[in-house]
Protein backbone atom coordinates (compact mmCIF):
# COMPACT_ATOMS: atom_id res chain seq x y z
CA UNK A 1 0.00 0.00 0.00
CA UNK A 2 2.63 2.13 0.85
CA UNK A 3 4.53 1.57 -2.18
CA UNK A 4 1.55 2.36 -4.77
CA UNK A 5 1.41 5.91 -2.79
CA UNK A 6 5.02 6.54 -2.82
CA UNK A 7 4.50 6.04 -6.64
CA UNK A 8 0.99 8.55 -6.60
CA UNK A 9 2.66 11.12 -5.03
CA UNK A 10 5.78 11.00 -6.99
CA UNK A 11 2.93 11.12 -10.24
CA UNK A 12 1.46 14.40 -8.41
CA UNK A 13 4.86 16.09 -7.98
CA UNK A 14 5.83 15.58 -11.81
CA UNK A 15 2.47 16.67 -13.01
CA UNK A 16 1.78 19.72 -10.99
CA UNK A 17 5.06 20.66 -8.90
CA UNK A 18 5.60 20.22 -4.90
CA UNK A 19 2.64 20.76 -3.10
CA UNK A 20 2.87 24.09 -0.62
CA UNK A 21 0.07 22.33 2.04
CA UNK A 22 -0.83 18.86 3.02
CA UNK A 23 -3.78 17.54 5.55
CA UNK A 24 -4.65 14.28 6.42
CA UNK A 25 -8.01 13.16 7.60
CA UNK A 26 -9.11 9.74 8.84
CA UNK A 27 -12.35 8.18 9.37
CA UNK A 28 -13.43 4.88 11.31
CA UNK A 29 -12.65 2.17 9.42
CA UNK A 30 -10.77 3.75 6.60
CA UNK A 31 -6.96 4.02 5.69
CA UNK A 32 -6.20 7.04 6.51
CA UNK A 33 -6.43 9.77 3.27
CA UNK A 34 -4.02 13.26 2.53
CA UNK A 35 -5.11 16.12 0.57
CA UNK A 36 -2.19 18.18 -1.28
CA UNK A 37 -2.86 21.09 -2.34
CA UNK A 38 -0.29 22.56 -5.44
CA UNK A 39 0.04 26.43 -6.49
CA UNK A 40 -0.16 27.17 -10.45
CA UNK A 41 -0.36 30.91 -10.74
CA UNK A 42 -3.67 31.84 -10.02
CA UNK A 43 -5.35 28.62 -9.90
CA UNK A 44 -5.27 25.96 -6.85
CA UNK A 45 -5.14 22.20 -6.90
CA UNK A 46 -6.64 19.84 -4.41
CA UNK A 47 -5.47 15.86 -4.80
CA UNK A 48 -6.03 13.61 -2.71
CA UNK A 49 -3.85 10.68 -1.93
CA UNK A 50 -4.95 7.63 -0.54
CA UNK A 51 -7.92 6.38 -2.19
CA UNK A 52 -5.99 4.63 -4.92
CA UNK A 53 -4.27 2.58 -2.16
CA UNK A 54 -7.12 -0.79 -2.21
CA UNK A 55 -8.49 -1.05 -5.32
CA UNK A 56 -12.62 0.07 -5.89
CA UNK A 57 -14.99 -3.13 -5.30
CA UNK A 58 -18.01 -3.78 -6.67
CA UNK A 59 -20.74 -3.51 -3.99
CA UNK A 60 -22.73 -6.39 -5.09
CA UNK A 61 -19.79 -8.74 -4.98
CA UNK A 62 -19.51 -10.85 -1.74
CA UNK A 63 -15.63 -10.24 -1.60
CA UNK A 64 -13.40 -8.02 -2.53
CA UNK A 65 -10.56 -8.55 -4.09
CA UNK A 66 -7.47 -7.14 -2.62
CA UNK A 67 -5.44 -6.20 -6.01
CA UNK A 68 -8.03 -6.21 -8.83
CA UNK A 69 -10.08 -3.32 -9.75
CA UNK A 70 -9.77 0.38 -10.66
CA UNK A 71 -8.02 2.88 -8.68
CA UNK A 72 -8.36 6.66 -8.67
CA UNK A 73 -7.50 10.12 -6.94
CA UNK A 74 -9.02 12.64 -6.87
CA UNK A 75 -8.01 16.72 -8.22
CA UNK A 76 -10.17 19.70 -7.48
CA UNK A 77 -8.67 22.90 -9.79
CA UNK A 78 -10.38 26.76 -8.56
CA UNK A 79 -9.38 29.93 -9.06
CA UNK A 80 -7.32 31.37 -6.11
CA UNK A 81 -8.33 33.71 -4.22
CA UNK A 82 -12.15 34.10 -5.25
CA UNK A 83 -13.32 32.14 -1.89
CA UNK A 84 -11.83 30.61 1.09
CA UNK A 85 -11.49 27.38 -0.77
CA UNK A 86 -9.04 25.36 1.75
CA UNK A 87 -12.44 24.59 3.28
CA UNK A 88 -12.91 22.12 0.87
CA UNK A 89 -9.83 19.65 2.44
CA UNK A 90 -12.34 17.52 4.37
CA UNK A 91 -15.47 17.45 1.90
CA UNK A 92 -12.45 16.33 -0.89
CA UNK A 93 -11.31 13.60 1.99
CA UNK A 94 -14.92 12.26 2.85
CA UNK A 95 -15.23 11.74 -1.20
CA UNK A 96 -12.33 9.96 -1.33
CA UNK A 97 -12.94 7.73 1.66
CA UNK A 98 -16.38 6.99 -0.38
CA UNK A 99 -15.21 3.91 -1.90
CA UNK A 100 -14.07 2.59 1.05
CA UNK A 101 -16.89 3.65 3.54
CA UNK A 102 -19.81 3.16 0.87
CA UNK A 103 -18.38 0.36 -1.73
CA UNK A 104 -18.80 2.96 -4.44
CA UNK A 105 -17.00 2.93 -7.91
CA UNK A 106 -16.21 6.08 -8.86
CA UNK A 107 -15.97 6.21 -12.35
CA UNK A 108 -16.03 9.38 -15.15
CA UNK A 109 -19.44 10.64 -15.43
CA UNK A 110 -20.69 9.77 -11.79
CA UNK A 111 -21.78 12.68 -9.69
CA UNK A 112 -21.15 12.88 -6.30
CA UNK A 113 -23.30 14.87 -3.57
CA UNK A 114 -21.95 15.85 -0.08
CA UNK A 115 -25.08 17.60 1.20
CA UNK A 116 -23.24 20.79 1.94
CA UNK A 117 -21.66 22.95 0.19
CA UNK A 118 -17.48 22.34 -0.43
CA UNK A 119 -16.57 25.41 0.99
CA UNK A 120 -18.46 27.81 3.18
CA UNK A 121 -20.52 30.12 0.76
CA UNK A 122 -20.06 27.77 -2.21
CA UNK A 123 -22.81 27.42 -4.56
CA UNK A 124 -21.72 23.80 -4.88
CA UNK A 125 -22.49 20.39 -3.24
CA UNK A 126 -21.78 17.94 -5.28
CA UNK A 127 -19.15 17.18 -8.13
CA UNK A 128 -19.32 15.72 -11.68
CA UNK A 129 -16.36 13.27 -12.38
CA UNK A 130 -14.66 14.09 -15.12
CA UNK A 131 -12.30 11.87 -17.81
CA UNK A 132 -8.76 11.28 -16.54
CA UNK A 133 -5.67 11.49 -17.94
CA UNK A 134 -5.81 15.03 -19.37
CA UNK A 135 -3.88 16.74 -16.26
CA UNK A 136 -2.16 13.95 -14.62
CA UNK A 137 -1.07 10.96 -16.39
CA UNK A 138 -2.82 7.57 -15.59
CA UNK A 139 0.06 5.65 -13.21
CA UNK A 140 0.77 2.32 -14.40
CA UNK A 141 1.03 -0.59 -11.91
CA UNK A 142 2.90 -4.08 -12.17
CA UNK A 143 0.22 -6.40 -13.59
CA UNK A 144 -2.09 -7.35 -12.70
CA UNK A 145 -3.03 -4.34 -10.78
CA UNK A 146 -5.20 -1.79 -12.89
CA UNK A 147 -3.49 2.04 -13.25
CA UNK A 148 -4.16 4.63 -10.80
CA UNK A 149 -6.35 7.66 -12.45
CA UNK A 150 -6.27 10.73 -11.70
CA UNK A 151 -10.14 12.42 -12.20
CA UNK A 152 -10.98 15.75 -12.40
CA UNK A 153 -13.68 16.79 -10.33
CA UNK A 154 -16.15 19.59 -11.55
CA UNK A 155 -18.13 21.47 -8.88
CA UNK A 156 -21.85 21.79 -10.11
CA UNK A 157 -24.68 24.00 -8.36
CA UNK A 158 -28.05 22.30 -7.36
CA UNK A 159 -29.61 23.07 -10.76
CA UNK A 160 -26.91 21.52 -12.45
CA UNK A 161 -26.95 18.09 -10.33
CA UNK A 162 -30.40 18.01 -11.17
CA UNK A 163 -30.50 18.33 -14.77
CA UNK A 164 -27.62 16.01 -15.15
CA UNK A 165 -29.58 13.55 -13.55
CA UNK A 166 -32.04 13.76 -16.39
CA UNK A 167 -30.21 14.47 -19.27
CA UNK A 168 -26.36 12.99 -18.64
CA UNK A 169 -22.86 14.01 -17.96
CA UNK A 170 -22.19 14.50 -21.94
CA UNK A 171 -25.10 17.10 -22.18
CA UNK A 172 -23.71 18.77 -18.87
CA UNK A 173 -20.50 19.29 -20.37
CA UNK A 174 -21.74 20.10 -23.98
CA UNK A 175 -23.22 22.90 -22.11
CA UNK A 176 -20.89 24.23 -20.02
CA UNK A 177 -18.43 24.36 -23.17
CA UNK A 178 -21.24 25.88 -25.29
CA UNK A 179 -21.60 28.78 -22.56
CA UNK A 180 -17.58 29.12 -22.16
CA UNK A 181 -18.71 28.50 -18.21
CA UNK A 182 -14.96 28.71 -16.13
CA UNK A 183 -15.57 25.77 -14.33
CA UNK A 184 -12.51 27.00 -11.68
CA UNK A 185 -14.74 29.97 -10.69
CA UNK A 186 -15.34 29.06 -6.97
CA UNK A 187 -17.85 31.48 -7.09
CA UNK A 188 -19.77 31.16 -10.69
CA UNK A 189 -23.99 30.46 -11.16
CA UNK A 190 -25.29 27.69 -12.59
CA UNK A 191 -25.00 27.48 -16.67
CA UNK A 192 -28.42 28.59 -18.34
CA UNK A 193 -30.57 25.38 -17.98
CA UNK A 194 -33.65 24.75 -20.39
Known sequence: MGEILDLVETRLR?????????????FLGTDRIEVLRFIDGDVVRYA??????????????PLADPVKGPRAELVLSVRLGLA???QVLRPLAVLAASPQVEGLIVAPGASLDLGQPLWTGAP???VLVAEPGGLV???????PM???????????THNEAA?????GAQELQERWLAQGTDLRDPLRASVPLD
Do not use: H, I, N, Y
Not at 16 to 25: C, H, K, M, S, T
Not at 137 to 143: K, N, S, T, V, Y
Not at 146 to 156: A, E, G, I, S
Open 146 to 156: DPVCFLPLLPM
Open 48 to 61: TLGMSAQPMADPTS
Open 163 to 167: WKRVR
Open 137 to 143: EDLELDA
Open 14 to 26: TALGEPDARADVT
Open 124 to 126: FSS
Open 84 to 86: DTD
